[in-house]
């Protein structure tokens, strides 16, 4: 959920100096930004959170944590958005739950408080579902120039509330659909969030049990639900995408297989997907010591991909690739000032010896996340990236989400690291001989790309877990590197 831009004709040239100046003990510092220390201190944030987040009436909610969700600074000139997870406890009913909250932080008071006056002239609480009902969807904090914003409420994303109370009616009939022949009885259909991004996207979980009366037979159905901002095209464009793919490769099987598409629902910008099979690369690696043989595996289904004809249009041009990686460049500057020199040296290199080269499908957010593995099958999910482009791209991103998950000074000691290095020699088996000289560039563009990445979930170690990233760029492109 949620893509990197992949606009074609992106100028490469928007990005301009960070005006900062960085404290390295803690989060960097941006001068258009004086509230970012507090802003981005979640010990001195949950006191911001008790003293405005008003509880709705008839609720008796005590904030307990906070904690760092998703931060995009230094993006733009005028604001910064900030998601938080908060750990909220009813103290009337004993029930504890997490809490997403957005702080949009901006540049200019006129701005945020013209933008609260706005929001006074509408009460979204009573379109908030019962059991999401928790505080008020809007806070204003003065001192930090921010607008609170509660989840579900998202004042461009207004179609997300109610797809979160849609657990009956439509839904189950999908799921009865799913389940086939039988007299079923639905119980306990729930839907969580499992993805969001602020003003963005959000990805949903439906989960409802069946049992089959006659035979008393159990089954869970899962679906999972996104929901696109509205007057956005992509969902339904994906929806078609995938209905293409899916039938393209029934027709002709193929080594990879795409989740499946069950519907869109367009007053709510929604696509409905099919739980993919199996386990994410992610949670495989997490389990395993010989990764060998399924990256062996995704690699083999990631090259057909990468080489097959697939129907759709939508491009990413080498302007485009290139603004990632000044942006990306940009942005790991101001997070990582210590490593400033090694992150403009990569990025030079990469912007200098990038070339256009023909287009080939390719996935456009490939990370262990969005590939599942089972017996029979390696499946690719998340397709609002998928354009036309240079075929590298795929690969170089597994591998530097692979190598940047690594906690090891070299990558190589690594089960991730062993994983990716296994995957590409596998890759380069199967496609023209052509595409790997070009790889260690590549290579180096993505662990930017995933830096930022790292940076924005703002993780506990990400300052270290950057330089060692950072560090990998630099191994990649030295002689011998992969």
């Known amino acids: 959920m949620g893509p990197r831009s992949t606009s074609p004709g992106a100028d490469p040239t928007l990005s301009s100096p960070p005006r900062i100046r960085a404290d390295s003990d803690g989060y960097p510092i941006d001068s258009a930004f004086p509230e970012l220390p507090v802003a981005t201190d979640c010990g001195q944030m949950l006191g911001v959170f008790r003293e405005h987040l008003e509880p709705l009436a008839g609720k008796a909610i005590e904030i307990r944590s906070c904690r760092p969700f998703r931060f995009r600074c230094h993006q733009s000139d005028s604001r910064s958005v900030l998601q938080y997870t908060l750990h909220v406890a009813d103290r009337a009913t004993g029930r504890e739950w997490d809490q997403w909250v957005t702080g949009l932080l901006y540049a200019e008071n006129a701005k945020a408080e013209q933008l609260w006056k706005e929001l ?72 969580r969030p499992t993805r969001y991004r602020t003003e963005l996207g959000a990805t949903l979980r439906y989960t409802v049990r069946a049992r089959e009366l006659k035979s008393n037979r159990l089954e869970t159905v899962r679906l999972y639900l996104k929901v696109y901002r509205e007057r956005n095209q992509r969902g339904a464009e994906t929806f078609q995408t995938l209905r293409a793919i899916r039938d393209k490769v029934r027709r002709s099987p193929a080594a990879y297989a795409v989740v499946e598409p069950i519907a869109y629902l367009k007053d709510v910008r929604t696509l409905i997907l099919a739980e993919a099979p199996g386990q994410s690369l992610t ?11 399924a990256m062996r595996r995704v690699a083999r289904a ?18 485009d690739r290139l603004s990632l990686v000044r942006r990306s460049s940009d942005l790991l500057e101001w997070a990582c000032p210590e490593r400033k020199a090694t992150v403009q040296s990569l990025a030079e290199k990469v912007l200098r010896e990038s070339e256009e080269v023909p287009s080939s499908p390719i996935h456009g957010d490939m990370k262990p ?110 002689e011998g590197g992969l």
């Open 283 to 293: 949670h495989f690696l997490r389990r395993v010591s010989d990764p060998a043989d």
């Open 302 to 319: 990631l090259a057909e991909f990468n080489q097959d004809d697939l129907p759709f249009s939508r491009s990413l041009s080498l302007a």
């Open 369 to 478: 996340d969005h590939v599942f593995l089972d017996d029979d099958s390696i499946t690719f999910i998340d397709f609002d990236s998928i354009v036309l482009g240079d075929p590298l791209y795929d690969p170089s991103h597994l591998f530097a989400y692979l190598v940047g998950g690594a906690r090891t000074e070299s990558y190589r000691k690594s089960v991730e690291g062993r994983a990716a290095e296994t995957f590409v020699k596998e890759y380069f088996r199967l496609v023209p001989a052509a595409w790997e000289p070009r790889f260690p560039i590549a290579a180096a563009g993505a662990l930017l790309e995933v830096g930022c990445s790292i940076f924005r979930r703002h993780e506990p170690g990400w300052r270290e877990q950057l330089r060692r990233v950072v560090g990998y760029g630099e191994e990649v492109l030295s």
């Open 120 to 191: 006074q002239d509408e009460d979204p609480s009573g379109e908030i579902p019962e059991r999401w009902r928790s505080f008020r969807p809007i806070a204003f904090v003065p001192d930090l120039r921010m607008i609170v914003e509660v989840f579900p409420y998202d004042r461009k994303l207004r179609n997300l509330r109610r797809v979160m109370g849609m657990e009956r009616g439509l839904l189950e009939s999908v799921a009865r659909e799913r389940l086939g022949p039988g007299s079923w009885y639905l119980d306990f259909p729930t839907i």
